[in-house]
């Protein structure tokens, strides 16, 4: 049986369109758009009404960069699929792209049947992964193709992280060029690791073992010179490239060079850089802690390159690197030195969110905020326009948007499976009221009407942003 629901009076924003117009859902796609009281729009007959006069309606929230469960230092992020998809639904992001690991020794594969086994029944809404590439070889050079034939068509290398996850030049120079030939996507963690360790071990010796010294060890030149790198083994293996987590306004800079040179470069920011600062890292009795991610937060003063870099297109979009852990006993473990400290933030719930603020701040407009938070992550891995955009055909993953609710972001009220928020007590204008996942209200009216198990798995195709 068929069941359709029509979405009435809203504002329908899209990254290219804001206009007055009624959704009509059907068996969970987009079935049409009507300029709203239109006769074509007045025509669209279904089960149920949903009325969204005063809202926005929008597309559900691409975050192109989750770690739930990801295994650092000792320890695992706290949230889980199951927490952490309930959160992004909670949030407005109806699809995450997570990143399945592979441990040095093993295979692709090995790596991508375990987060498969993870998320499998788990997940409140669709899911799809990248792959992260720890060991470069004949093999794994071998096991991309298949993993680009059946979906995961991007693959993260790091030049940071030594003895973990870190790739060299040559091993990164070989996954480039086999990317450039089978169409996969490499995204880079663009820190010279090398170097960094060198420093870490240096300020440790000092007796620098508060958490503001991981900012401090972790220079933005080391950012920009490993981007810098990065671009030009990608433009000597041809291959497109996108890298991750920009902090640096150099980063920036480099990324903006390579991109007015005609290359298919990318670079992808996050809340975190936005809206925090060095000042976070700085706080005292250890809470600092709180705010150690990799890249670091900067100096405020990086803000403005960051938001530029929105406005101008070199950098195209915003996830958040959603990797929580908690203070109690999980940042805890780098009391007395920072480098022990588990790299990652909380934010899969707030992205939105902060980024409608933005809006309301004047760094971006509101289709840009839309482009940036659901189009191009979609388009940039191959999900579009099935998600990230309304349009006949699309799946009704749709976000009614109170754009004048108020809120304060709180531990209190969030729910990521953390016992902290890196935006704690930040007034933000605007809220998630309802969510729909290909046509099933998973938020309902600010309630969780959703359950484990609904979303799937979502097979994506290549890069659909090269020039
Ligand atoms: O600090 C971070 N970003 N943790 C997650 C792993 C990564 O490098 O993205
Ligand atoms: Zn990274
Ligand atoms: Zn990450
Ligand atoms: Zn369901």
């Given at each position: 049986?068929?069941?359709?629901?029509?979405?009435?009076?809203?504002?329908?924003?899209?990254?290219?369109?804001?206009i007055?117009?009624?959704?009509?859902?059907?068996?969970?796609?987009?079935?049409a758009?009507?300029?709203?009281?239109?006769?074509?729009?007045r025509?669209?007959t279904?089960?149920r009404?949903?009325?969204?006069?005063?809202?926005?309606?929008?597309?559900?929230?691409?975050?192109?960069?989750?770690?739930?469960?990801?295994?650092?230092?000792?320890?695992?992020?706290?949230?889980?699929?199951?927490?952490?998809?309930?959160?992004?639904?909670?949030?407005?992001?109806t699809?995450v792209?997570?990143?399945?690991?592979q441990?040095?020794?093993?295979?692709?594969?090995?790596?991508?049947?375990?987060w498969?086994?993870?998320?499998?029944?788990?997940c409140?809404?669709?899911?799809?992964?990248?792959?992260?590439?720890?060991?470069?070889?004949?093999?794994?050079?071998?096991e991309?193709d298949?993993?680009v034939?059946?979906?995961?068509?991007?693959?993260?290398?790091?030049?940071?992280?030594?003895?973990?996850?870190?790739?060299?030049?040559?091993?990164?120079?070989?996954?480039?060029?086999?990317?450039?030939?089978?169409?996969?996507?490499?995204?880079?963690?663009?820190?010279?690791?090398?170097?960094?360790?060198?420093?870490?071990?240096?300020?440790?010796?000092?007796?620098?073992?508060?958490?503001?010294?991981?900012?401090?060890?972790?220079?933005?030149?080391?950012?920009?010179?490993a981007?810098?790198?990065?671009?030009?083994?990608?433009?000597?293996?041809?291959?497109?490239?996108y890298?991750?987590?920009?902090s640096a306004?150099?980063?920036?800079?480099?990324?903006?060079?390579a991109?007015?040179?005609?290359?298919?470069?990318?670079?992808?920011?996050?809340?975190?850089?936005?809206?925090?600062?060095?000042?976070?890292?700085?706080?005292?009795?250890?809470?600092?802690?709180?705010?150690?991610?990799?890249?670091?937060?900067?100096?405020?003063?990086?803000?403005?390159?960051?938001?530029?870099?929105l406005?101008?297109?070199?950098?195209?979009?915003?996830?958040?690197d959603?990797?929580?852990?908690?203070?109690?006993?999980?940042?805890e473990?780098?009391?007395?030195?920072?480098?022990?400290?588990?790299?990652?933030?909380?934010g899969?719930?707030?992205?939105?969110?902060?980024?409608?603020?933005?809006?309301?701040?004047?760094?971006?407009?509101?289709?840009?905020?839309?482009?940036i938070?659901?189009?191009?992550?979609?388009?940039?891995?191959?999900?579009?326009?099935?998600?990230?955009t309304?349009?006949?055909?699309?799946?009704?993953?749709?976000?009614?948007?109170?754009?004048?609710?108020?809120?304060?972001?709180?531990?209190?009220?969030?729910?990521?499976?953390?016992d902290?928020?890196?935006?704690?007590?930040?007034?933000?204008?605007?809220?998630?009221?309802?969510?729909?996942?290909?046509?099933?209200p998973?938020?309902t009216g600010?309630?969780?009407t959703g359950?484990?198990?609904?979303?799937?798995?979502?097979p994506?195709?290549?890069c659909?942003?090269?020039?």
């Amino acid at each position: 049986m068929s069941s359709r629901t029509v979405i009435r009076g809203g504002l329908v924003i899209t990254a290219s369109d804001e206009i007055h117009a009624d959704v009509l859902i059907e068996d969970g796609r987009i079935a049409a758009l009507a300029a709203s009281g239109t006769p074509a729009a007045r025509a669209f007959t279904a089960d149920r009404t949903i009325d969204a006069t005063g809202k926005y309606v929008i597309p559900g929230g691409v975050d192109a960069h989750t770690h739930m469960e990801l295994p650092f230092g000792g320890t695992f992020a706290s949230d889980t699929f199951e927490t952490g998809t309930r959160a992004a639904a909670w949030g407005g992001t109806t699809t995450v792209v997570d990143f399945a690991v592979q441990s040095v020794g093993h295979s692709l594969r090995e790596g991508l049947d375990a987060w498969h086994a993870k998320a499998e029944g788990n997940c409140a809404v669709d899911y799809g992964f990248h792959m992260i590439v720890s060991d470069v070889n004949a093999e794994t050079l071998k096991e991309m193709d298949l993993l680009v034939e059946e979906g995961v068509t991007s693959f993260k290398q790091f030049m940071a992280y030594p003895g973990v996850f870190y790739s060299d030049d040559g091993q990164i120079l070989r996954a480039m060029q086999r990317s450039a030939e089978n169409g996969g996507l490499i995204m880079m963690h663009a820190e010279n690791g090398i170097a960094i360790d060198v420093l870490v071990e240096q300020a440790l010796a000092r007796g620098e073992t508060d958490p503001r010294f991981h900012g401090e060890v972790r220079k933005a030149l080391l950012e920009a010179e490993a981007t810098h790198r990065a671009i030009r083994l990608a433009q000597v293996a041809g291959a497109p490239l996108y890298v991750v987590h920009v902090s640096a306004t150099e980063a920036v800079a480099e990324l903006a060079r390579a991109r007015d040179e005609g290359l298919n470069v990318f670079g992808e920011t996050c809340p975190q850089y936005l809206f925090l600062s060095t000042d976070n890292l700085a706080e005292p009795d250890f809470e600092g802690a709180k705010y150690v991610c990799s890249t670091p937060l900067r100096p405020k003063e990086h803000q403005a390159a960051l938001w530029r870099g929105l406005r101008t297109n070199d950098l195209q979009v915003v996830s958040t690197d959603h990797c929580p852990f908690c203070f109690a006993g999980q940042k805890e473990l780098g009391r007395g030195d920072f480098s022990r400290i588990p790299n990652g933030l909380p934010g899969v719930e707030n992205r939105m969110d902060l980024l409608h603020q933005a809006v309301l701040d004047g760094h971006i407009s509101r289709r840009r905020w839309i482009e940036i938070a659901c189009a191009t992550p979609a388009r940039m891995f191959g999900l579009y326009p099935k998600k990230g955009t309304l349009a006949p055909g699309a799946d009704a993953d749709v976000v009614i948007y109170d754009p004048a609710a108020e809120q304060v972001i709180s531990a209190d009220t969030h729910h990521m499976n953390v016992d902290y928020s890196a935006y704690e007590g930040t007034r933000v204008t605007g809220c998630v009221e309802t969510v729909l996942s290909r046509g099933v209200p998973v938020i309902t009216g600010r309630e969780y009407t959703g359950h484990a198990g609904h979303g799937v798995y979502t097979p994506r195709s290549t890069c659909q942003y090269l020039t």
